[in-house]
């Protein structure tokens, strides 16, 4: 240690031999990991691989049972993380940390005021920032409020505060996932300038085009354990995946688009719009055809309406305008269809939030695979069917899970106990079991590991060539290029375009995805559209 | 991995925490009777010999029990639909209410075979309407359960309070009662069933409710975990956008759980008018429906658990009656501290020693896998 750290090249963050265990669970055996100062340091690997275990104990959120982190060369303690921060760590989470009313500079400040008085702390602050702005590139609107910021503003702003709390190390957690490609390039290139600054950079991710596009070197996870650490130029992103699954996948595109069935649609939704409680405009004027074996992909950034128009043709929630014409039946807004008729009419919907909605976390998993079937006279049991046939019901589990291989293959457990992977396998079983002639899905594989994305893919194609209209919904290009026979992106709750799946690359999406939609094409909303809303 | 869920095996969070509870309960009981200068160990036997020792100790205890069997199971219900029935005292007075309305209406005219099987119907039909009303306002305006069930306890006992004093208090009666049900409106005594069948038992309140207490327990196990009604219930009281995803209506649940919440909590009329008074009364809840409240936390919301803990309050409750007789100095108002302590260290701070039982599990759990990976090395 001596002579590295007369040397100067000892690395900013050493982890010896750190093992960490819940319960049961190994979430760490034995991980070293050394990330040489002002680099950018990969760490990938699948859902549950112990990436974000590891970089929870650098930052001070857990302590390992055993092992130690030295920091440039110095051995440390970090037990909290005003401990990691003092270090010059900084932190950047999937979900950002900020204040919505706040504006960006309060935000910024906020635990860190350097003066008594605001006005006076506030204007050090401020010079504080513009200079590190300047110097990093790292523009952010300082007196706007947080919640008028757009995403890739806020993940700026984010990362400003961690710079302004003196962070040498920066711990980036998924940070693309809520980005467009344009944003995606922005945000790389004023990681590459921090590099140059000799900031260090944690990268957690398992976009692995990303890791190939701004890593030094980077660390492959499995099962709580390293895989391998390598210099990128000795990597590919095929052998990246296979290290991080343990086997080949495939994750790519599986033959020509589909030619949709001639013949009617299976699915038409007219001039869809939907407006908040506040009359905030969430869907504009959809309109949409799904024909039979086809899956038409919808692109965009999250939060750009595709989530109300999942919510909408599931029958979730009604729209304030439009209309809906599936299985032979006409609906339209006031008299909407509900979740109940919706699998009636074999319109089946995998929600984007199985958490939220896909499942009752606190019922096994036989329970879970029921749900919203529970009516179906197969179910049914004992007189007048007023009890619900268990046997029944746990044998039709054992069989969804022999099918979709949930893993552990236990409909006992708890719904909350299977991994995310396990657990959207469950609820594609119990969606595609009833031969939906129509499938809604949002975000399929969100924090799902690559292995289970390449069954669900798999089974969604099938699903497909069965004849099945799919509409996927998905924040991850990669995953529209490789199901969607056609696309349709989204922006501002409208639909800004249409492409074949021919004509579709990351930029062509990319600038439909931002393109700024014409406000003059807003329909008028009926007079308090917004309030009358049909809610649970 | 974020939350790091508590590691125990069932039987250590089943049995063993409840009892540690109870034992902390019982010390720190105990040194609040040393502090007023009396024996906790005479004060625990007296309790215990009261409660259990004979008899007719006995019969008290399990009248005692049937109510809070009958509370603890609204809670529970309520509960499992996602919803805090704290109006069991309210739904329990209105039960009485029907019983007594019918009793005095139907009683001189029908047998004891028809007119008990309508009582009890009175009672749940009662109690039910009563809760309906907190559970629309709550499903449909927006009034929070909490809110409005206990300000319905408020109402019921000033309706009861109404009633007595202006309608049914017999002319010229100073007492503030109905007067009494025809014999066919009385839920028979254990001790007059085992005295016709020619067993003498000494008499106590102990009637036939208590059939109905063991019956009720079986519904709402069956409802709840075997019926598909139940299933719904559960599901909206776990996830109520899952349930709206499912296709279930969430505000038709909230009416129906705190319908059959009410239901439960209003056959506490039958034990307590039908039972043992054989006429209306002010005030004859006395506190049952919020007892309620401790046995569903104790029990887990589980029939199996409100049993247990329903007949630990039926203990407490007739021993201490017997302690604040038989032991000097220690006053009702004792009886009722040392109740509230076990509500205290038994129900509302249930999980607190539940960590401490983790981490030992853990630990042994450890040493016992070292221990073998030592011996096979």
Partial sequence: ?536 | MSSQALQMPRWMDLVLLPLWNLLIALLVAGGVVLLIGASPWQALTVLLEGALGSARGLGYTLYYTTTFIFTGLAVAVAFHGGLFNIGGEGQATLGGIGVALLSLWLGPKLPAVVMLPLAVAAAALFGMLWAAVPGYLQAWRGSHVVITTIMFNFLAASLNGYLLVNWLRPAGSMSVESSDFAPSARMPAIHELAASFGWELPSSPLNLSIVLAVLACFFVWWFLWKSRAGYVLRAVGANPSAAHYAGIRPRWQVLAAMGLSGALAGLVGINEIAGVQGKLTLDFVAGAGFTGIAVALMGRNHPVGIVLASLLFGVLYQGGVEVSFEVPGFSREMVVTVQGLIVLFAGAMAMVSAPMFAKLYTLVSRRARQAEGKSHG
Avoid at chain 1, 46 to 58: R, V
Avoid at chain 1, 103 to 127: C, H, I, T, W, Y
Wanted: hydrophobic share 45%; with cysteine.
């Fill in chain 1, 1 to 536: 240690m001596t002579e590295s750290s007369r040397g100067g090249s000892a690395p900013a963050v050493r982890l010896c031999d750190i093992s960490k265990r819940f319960g049961a669970v190994q979430a760490n055996r034995a991980v070293s990991l050394s990330v040489m100062p002002g680099t950018v340091h990969g760490l990938v690997g699948e859902n549950g691989a112990g990436k974000s275990t590891l970089m929870a104990i650098l930052y001070g959120y857990y302590h390992a049972d055993e092992g130690h982190i030295e920091i440039n060369g110095q051995r440390v303690q970090i037990a909290n993380s005003h401990q990691a921060i003092d270090l010059g760590i900084g932190m950047v989470h999937q979900h950002f940390m900020l204040v919505d009313t706040l504006s960006a500079l309060d935000n910024v400040m906020l635990g860190a005021e350097p003066a008594f008085f605001l006005s006076r702390a506030k204007r050090q602050v401020r010079q504080q920032l513009e200079a590190l702005m300047r110097e990093t590139g790292l523009q952010v609107r300082l007196d706007a409020t947080v919640a008028d910021l757009p995403v890739g503003e806020l993940q700026r702003l984010e990362i400003l505060k961690a710079l302004y709390r003196g962070a040498r190390i920066l711990i980036l957690d998924e940070p693309t996932a809520v980005l467009t490609p344009q944003e995606t390039d922005q945000l790389f290139e004023v990681l590459r300038r921090l590099r140059e600054r000799g900031t260090t950079i944690l990268l957690i991710t398992h976009k692995l085009r990303e890791v190939m596009a701004l890593c030094d070197a980077v660390t492959v996870m499995r099962a709580g354990a390293v895989v391998k650490t390598t210099a990128i130029g000795d990597t590919s992103p095929e052998d990246l995946a296979e290290s991080m699954v343990g086997r080949k996948v495939n994750l790519g595109r599986a033959g020509e688009a589909a030619a949709p069935a001639a013949g009617a649609p299976a699915l038409q939704a007219h001039g869809l719009s939907v407006a908040s409680g506040a009359g905030v405009h969430l869907l504009t004027n959809v309109s949409l055809t799904l024909r039979p074996g086809e899956i038409v992909g919808v692109a965009g950034v999250s939060g750009n309406g595709q989530s109300e128009l999942l919510e909408v043709l599931a029958g979730m929630r009604g729209p304030d305008a439009g209309s809906l014409h599936v299985a032979g039946r006409d609906f339209r807004a006031g008299a909407w269809l509900d979740p109940r008729t919706a699998r009636d009419l074999k319109l089946a919907h995998v929600p984007e939030d199985r958490h939220l909605l896909g499942m009752v976390m606190s019922f096994p998993a036989w329970e879970t695979a029921a749900l919203g079937y529970h009516e179906q006279d197969q179910y049914c049991a004992g007189p007048l069917g007023l009890a619900m046939n268990q046997r029944h019901l746990r044998a039709q589990t054992a069989r969804m899970m022999e099918d979709f291989d949930v893993r552990p293959r236990n409909a006992e457990l708890g719904s909350s106990k299977f991994s995310g992977g396990n657990q959207q396998k469950l609820i594609l079983a119990r969606e595609i079991g009833q031969h939906p002639a129509v499938l809604l899905v949002g975000q399929p594989t969100r924090g799902v590991d690559i292995g289970a994305i390449e069954f669900i893919h798999n089974q969604l194609r099938r699903l497909r060539d069965a004849g099945c209209a799919v509409l996927l919904v998905s924040s991850e290009l990669d995953e529209i290029l490789a199901l969607a026979d056609r696309v349709v992106v989204m922006n501002a709750g409208r639909i800004t375009g249409e492409l074949a799946i021919d004509a579709c690359n990351e930029t062509s999406l990319g600038l439909l995805m931002a393109a700024t939609p014409d406000p003059a094409d807003t329909p008028a909303l009926p007079a308090g559209a917004g309030a009358a809303k049909a809610s649970p």
